[in-house]
């Protein structure tokens, strides 16, 4: 597991997990880590059917054809994500990523044509988890 850091957060920001967190809970997959790499999230290009988003995305993990994973986390107000969200992230959602990708991971290569992708947001009283494909 790599972690990277690409943005110093503000005095009134946080991110959704720490990297302590991540590390017990997939300390046996191989993956990048990226803390800031972009401050709002875009979905990418080749993706033909976007969810539509109305919060904010907190953090992202894609699973290449080529058997890559990067998990992408966005700095977040702390006004707009509450300590009892982020421990609903580490204690709920953190865990349902980690079947979605170990079922990435089970997949046969045949099975693998493109990009998966899981956004999760956070509307401001739940987290939605929606699940994207794009070449």
Same mark, same amino acid.
């Given at each position: 597991?790599?972690?990277k850091?690409? +943005?110093?957060?503000?005095?009134? @920001? +946080?991110?959704?997990t720490? $990297? +302590?967190?991540?590390?017990?809970m997939?300390s046996n997959?191989?993956?990048d880590?990226?803390?800031?790499l *972009? +401050?709002?999230? =875009?979905?990418?290009?080749r993706?033909?059917? $976007?969810?539509?988003? *109305?919060?904010?995305?907190?953090a992202? &993990?894609?699973?290449s054809r %080529?058997r890559?994973?990067?998990f992408?986390?966005?700095?977040?107000?702390?006004?707009?994500y509450? %300590?009892?969200?982020?421990?609903?992230?580490?204690?709920?959602?953190l865990s349902? &990523?980690?079947?979605?990708? =170990?079922?990435? &991971?089970?997949?046969?290569?045949?099975?693998?044509l493109?990009?998966? @992708?899981?956004v999760? =947001?956070w509307?401001?009283?739940?987290?939605?988890?929606? $699940? *994207?494909?794009?070449?």
């Amino acid at each position: 597991m790599k972690f990277k850091y690409f +943005r110093n957060l503000n005095k009134h @920001e +946080r991110y959704s997990t720490s $990297k +302590r967190q991540l590390k017990s809970m997939f300390s046996n997959i191989e993956m990048d880590v990226l803390f800031g790499l *972009v +401050r709002k999230f =875009e979905f990418d290009s080749r993706c033909p059917n $976007k969810p539509n988003i *109305v919060g904010d995305v907190v953090a992202s &993990i894609s699973y290449s054809r %080529d058997r890559t994973v990067d998990f992408s986390l966005f700095p977040l107000s702390i006004a707009d994500y509450p %300590d009892s969200a982020a421990d609903d992230f580490n204690n709920q959602i953190l865990s349902t &990523i980690k079947q979605w990708l =170990e079922g990435q &991971i089970n997949k046969p290569d045949t099975a693998l044509l493109g990009y998966e @992708e899981l956004v999760i =947001e956070w509307t401001g009283n739940e987290h939605l988890l929606h $699940k *994207v494909k794009f070449l």
